[in-house]
């Protein structure tokens, strides 16, 4: 099952350029999860937020979620060349299943 | 500290011939364990886990099947690869309880079934 999509599918910026990323799912949480890959390699777990927490910042990294609406987002700031990756929002599904979403692939250009 | 290996990095398999591929995790204990299949530029797409030894839990009924015959170690195998079976697999892990939230990945093995 799909729990959580990403939005947009693809984003290319300038480097310095902030890069914002979207994510919906579909049933109640108790947390939400971004990861990020590399081409060609495993994911990395970079930032989790709970249900009762609304803002969260790790780094250059600012996680949002709604739950009102079902939504999170994931802010990149000052952008660099080697955040170029594909970066997923992640879900609980029961107690044990974790479920991706579709990802954003992020291209930061010189 | 924890680690996760997965093997092979690559694979070229003809169709018809079976297939495993293997994944250990050192350093923990009792983990919940996953395989992950990702087709190009997707999500992932999961495909079994399992909470304890000889405990599997299948997500999309398939050519693949999964065995733990250790507490830390998880086989992917299949008898007659299909095609359809191409893809990027992922073996991932987290604790179990509470505490046990974040997955970690291995660095996955890339199948092509010719």
């Known amino acids: 099952s799909q729990q959580g999509e990403e939005d947009p599918q693809a984003l290319s910026i300038q480097e310095g350029e902030n890069a914002t990323m979207n994510c919906s799912y579909k049933t109640s949480i108790n947390n939400l999860q971004w990861y990020r890959q590399n081409s060609g390699r495993g994911l990395v777990h970079l930032i989790l937020?709970?249900?009762?927490?609304r803002e969260k910042h790790s780094g250059r990294l600012r996680v949002t979620l709604d739950t009102s609406k079902k939504s999170s987002s994931l802010l990149i700031t000052a952008s660099r060349a080697a955040d170029t990756a594909s970066y997923f929002c992640a879900t609980v599904e029961g107690a044990q299943k974790l479920v991706f979403g579709q990802g954003t692939r992020l291209t930061i250009n010189p | 500290s924890q680690t996760i290996h997965q093997w092979p990095a690559t694979l070229v398999q003809p169709v018809g011939s079976p297939l495993s591929l293997e994944c250990t995790v050192e350093g923990t204990s009792n983990p919940n364990l996953y395989w992950y299949r990702q087709a190009a530029g997707r999500g992932l797409q999961l495909l079994f886990y399992?909470?304890?030894?000889?405990?599997i839990s299948s997500e999309v009924p398939q050519n693949l099947s999964a065995s733990r015959p250790q507490d830390r170690q998880f086989i992917l195998s299949s008898k007659k690869l299909l095609l359809s079976d191409s893809g990027f697999y992922l073996c991932a892990w987290r604790s179990q309880g509470a505490r046990g939230e974040k997955l970690f990945f291995g660095s996955g093995t890339q199948l092509s079934v010719l």
């Open positions: 937020i709970r249900s009762n927490e």
């Open positions: 399992s909470v304890g030894i000889g405990q």
